[in-house]
């Protein structure tokens, strides 16, 4: 029997891996690469420049090359973060939905000059009315909300079996599929409202004394604290090229109704959002401090508007 030693895996499956004396090799090129420039500047213009005169420039070079190599900000390497900030500079700030290049507005309306609003470009080009996502050429996502169970409160022999199960759900994968956990504000306006509505209706005046502290402590409650529910998401994509794009359809809510059934042996629902429920989710995705919108209320993306039904 062969015996393989274990091999330990860092909980950052994403960092990046140290080549020389703690450092990554991008932090190598850039020290190296500094140094490299420094040395150059100084074979060139060593000898006709002071050593005082030449330490002075270097000094900020070299601080400079160390602090781009090793300092981080939100996560991200200086670099990156520098890199990302003359992007978004160099970024157009207006963006409007259109379905090729918006053009020039013409002169004879006299608006003020500037630049001109540019294409936005989003992921999702389409929806189905199942709920399904077109992402044009990277194929069809479908997007379903999953329950959650208690993991820790069960007992080793419990958590044992939900870990097989689950591990059973993930060697039967046969595309890409993602777990998302997203936070979104809760609004107990609604519960509160019910609350007081149902207390007199309750048939004691106990049970009503109680329903009314108990809307009483959720009103307190969420004046004191920025109250937030976790909702996890299960999306499954299929690749799609011309016109197999149904089959592709099919093939992503076969995944779901399959990982339905798989992960319904430890207690868990897996319920496909349709076309109403993924656009609200994608719509708190992109504002997630904006009120809801009234969705009985909301044109499809493909009819015309005519006028209100009060006008």
């Not at 030693?5 to 690469?33: N, S, Y």
């Not at 989710?281 to 809801?292: G, I, K, R, S, V």
């Amino acid at each position: 029997m062969s015996w393989v030693q274990p091999v330990r895996i860092p909980a950052d499956v994403d960092q990046e891996d140290k080549i020389v004396a703690g450092f990554t090799a991008r932090q190598v090129v850039i020290l190296v690469g500094t140094g490299a420039l420094l040395y150059a500047a100084y074979v060139l213009v060593g000898d006709r420049v002071p050593l005082v005169v030449c330490a002075a420039v270097a000094l900020p070079i070299a601080v400079a090359g160390i602090l781009l190599a090793t300092a981080r900000h939100d996560g991200l390497s200086l670099d990156r973060y520098l890199l990302a900030v003359v992007r978004h500079l160099r970024a157009p700030k207006r963006l409007v939905s259109a379905s090729q290049e918006v053009p020039p507005l013409p002169t004879w309306i006299g608006a003020r000059p500037g630049p001109a609003p540019a294409q936005l470009r989003l992921p999702v080009q389409g929806m189905a009315g199942d709920g399904l996502l077109d992402l044009g050429p990277d194929g069809i996502a479908a997007i379903a909300d999953v329950s959650t169970v208690s993991f820790a409160l069960r007992a080793p022999e419990e958590q044992g079996a939900l870990v097989a199960v689950f591990g059973r759900w993930l060697n039967s994968l046969s595309g890409p599929v993602q777990i998302l956990v997203r936070a979104e504000r809760l609004d107990l306006a609604e519960t509160i409202t019910s609350l007081e509505h149902n207390a007199r209706q309750l048939p004691h005046p106990a049970l009503s004394a109680a329903a009314l502290q108990h809307a009483y402590f959720l009103a307190g409650l969420a004046e004191r604290h920025d109250l937030l529910r976790r909702q996890v998401l299960l999306i499954v994509r299929e690749s799609a090229t011309g016109k197999a794009r149904e089959a592709a359809a099919a093939r992503a809510l076969r995944r779901l109704e399959e990982a339905s059934r798989l992960l319904s042996a430890c207690g868990l629902t897996v319920r496909l959002l349709d076309e109403a429920a993924a656009s609200r989710l994608l719509t708190a995705c992109f504002d997630p401090a904006a009120p809801p919108l009234p969705g009985a209320q909301m044109a499809a993306p493909d009819q015309v508007i005519t006028r209100g039904e009060n006008w």
